[in-house]
């Protein structure tokens, strides 16, 4: 069974500090994405790596892929109310032949209080 | 609007009663998959369309659920007898062919059994 985990599960910040969101497996990723998700709706996609040691930025937001491409970080800087939402990590695997489909961590459920 | 739409967005039913539910993906995809999520979880892959073919289905699919897309473009996932247990956000999903391919989801269908 190919399990994706991140962490931490719940983050409960302040207004203007910065945070980070890990995603790992002992698996290969062929891709990792990231999405948001708000109350209620589909998740929606912020971005996705796909070679080992990329970073993407997007404004105030940090994503990494790792080397081996196994494991990804997402990094808030100064994060503000509108941040707030449950921030979801989903990978293809390289293997298996099923990288079309993704499978999804659990979730980081994000509050940033003013 | 050219993302994925889904319809209804919302459904109570009555356990023992049928629902379906339709998926429009976005008009150049030809992948298109539904994914299951409940309350504090990631969502989970149910199945997986490859034009018209249903190429893989989760062990999560009963016998209860169908998943067609007859033409290759829209979709429709219908559940038969309703189960309590079946209460959860159904998410539609598409992409373009190839390994990388971004997936994007559309804004789910709620479905509560009652």
């Known amino acids: 069974t190919q399990l994706l985990e991140q962490s931490p599960q719940f983050l409960s910040i302040q207004e203007g500090e910065n945070l980070t969101v890990y995603c790992n497996s002992s698996?290969?990723?062929?891709?990792l994405q990231w999405y948001r998700q708000e109350p209620g709706e589909g998740p929606v996609l912020l971005v996705t790596?796909?070679?080992?040691?990329e970073v993407k930025k997007l404004k105030r937001l940090t994503f990494q892929f790792g080397d081996a491409r196994k494991d990804s970080s997402l990094h808030i800087t100064a994060a503000q109310p509108g941040d707030t939402g449950l921030y979801l990590c989903?990978?293809?695997?390289?293997?298996?032949?099923?990288?079309?489909?993704?499978?999804f961590g659990k979730g980081t459920l994000l509050t940033v209080n003013p | 609007d050219t993302g994925v739409s889904q319809n209804p967005r919302h459904k109570i039913t009555k356990r023992g009663q049928n629902v379906t539910f339709r998926c429009d993906p976005i008009?150049?995809?030809?992948?298109l998959y539904w994914y299951r999520q409940t309350l504090g979880q990631g969502p989970e892959f149910l199945t997986y369309?490859?034009?018209?073919?249903?190429?893989?289905k989760s062990r999560l699919l009963s016998d209860r659920f169908s998943a067609e897309r007859p033409k290759g473009s829209f979709s429709t996932l219908e559940i038969q007898r309703t189960e309590q247990g079946d209460s959860a956000m159904y998410l539609c999903?598409?992409?373009?062919?190839?390994?990388?391919?971004?997936?994007?989801f559309g804004e789910g269908s709620w479905l509560t059994v009652v």
């Open positions: 999903a598409s992409s373009s062919r190839g390994p990388r391919s971004t997936i994007y």
């Open positions: 790596v796909v070679t080992g040691g």
């Open positions: 698996s290969v990723f062929s891709s």
């Open positions: 369309f490859q034009n018209e073919a249903q190429l893989e």
């Open positions: 989903a990978g293809a695997y390289a293997s298996g032949g099923s990288n079309y489909k993704l499978t």
């Open positions: 008009s150049e995809h030809n992948r």
